[in-house]
């Protein structure tokens, strides 16, 4: 993971990348290289608050590598990301909670964080040494975010998350293909534990930082 800095509209801002060459699978939930499929590289990019432009995956593209990659963006100070891990599954948290948000809301109601949109987000960056199948994927992305949920309600935010979090997990392409992602299965349980260290010290450094 290589943290850089760049100026946009006046303000240093900084970018989590992570370089992992070929040979590599994601899942993601990122606006750049979403989904299921082979990539290379993670970013993620810090913006300035109140994010207005509209070619939000153009602007990561220009930002990341060549080569097919994931790409997500924050409000939140990215050098200040959390990170942990557990038995070999690796988490990096970058957390904002400007607008904490419970996942269900009665319809109509209106996120201060989408008006306009204030991209304070909670992203993680799981990374796991075995072969996973799209199910296990899928899974896991479950379990990265109730753990993720979990931290933040046991640290004080009434909350699941905000309306901006994204996750990428990362494993590697090719040897047995674990088939659960569950908090119960072996890492399922390895990745909840992480994330759920990553988030709640993340969630606990920015309540200090904005409380003072």
Same mark, same amino acid.
């Given at each position: 993971m290589k943290l850089t800095y760049r100026m946009e509209e006046g303000v240093r801002l900084?970018?989590?990348l992570w370089e992992f060459g070929p040979g590599? !699978? /994601?899942i993601s939930s990122a606006m750049l290289?979403?989904?299921i499929g082979a990539r290379e590289w993670v970013l993620n990019a810090q913006v300035v608050a109140g994010y207005? !432009? /509209?070619d939000p995956a153009e602007h990561l593209r220009s930002l990341g590598p060549a080569g097919d990659g994931v790409g997500m963006m924050t409000a939140a100070s990215v050098d200040r990301c959390a990170r942990a891990a557990d038995g070999?599954?690796?988490?990096v948290a970058t957390v904002g909670l400007r607008v904490p948000t419970w996942a269900a809301t009665p319809?109509?109601?209106e996120d201060p964080e989408l008006a306009p949109m204030r991209v304070g987000t909670v992203n993680i960056v799981t990374v796991l040494p075995v072969a996973m199948t799209d199910a296990a994927l899928v899974n896991t992305v479950m379990t990265v975010t109730e753990a993720k949920s979990q931290a933040l309600i046991e640290t004080g935010f009434p909350c699941t998350g905000t309306a901006s979090d994204a996750v990428c997990v990362a494993v590697p392409a090719d040897g047995p293909?674990?088939?659960f992602g569950g908090p119960r299965s072996e890492w399922g349980?390895?990745?909840?534990?992480?994330?759920?260290q990553a988030v709640r010290r993340g969630a606990e450094e920015w309540r200090h930082r904005h409380s003072t």
């Open positions: 900084g970018s989590l590599w !699978r /994601m290289g979403g989904g207005a !432009r /509209m070999g599954a690796e988490a319809e109509g109601t293909r674990e088939v349980a390895r990745v909840a534990r992480a994330v759920h």
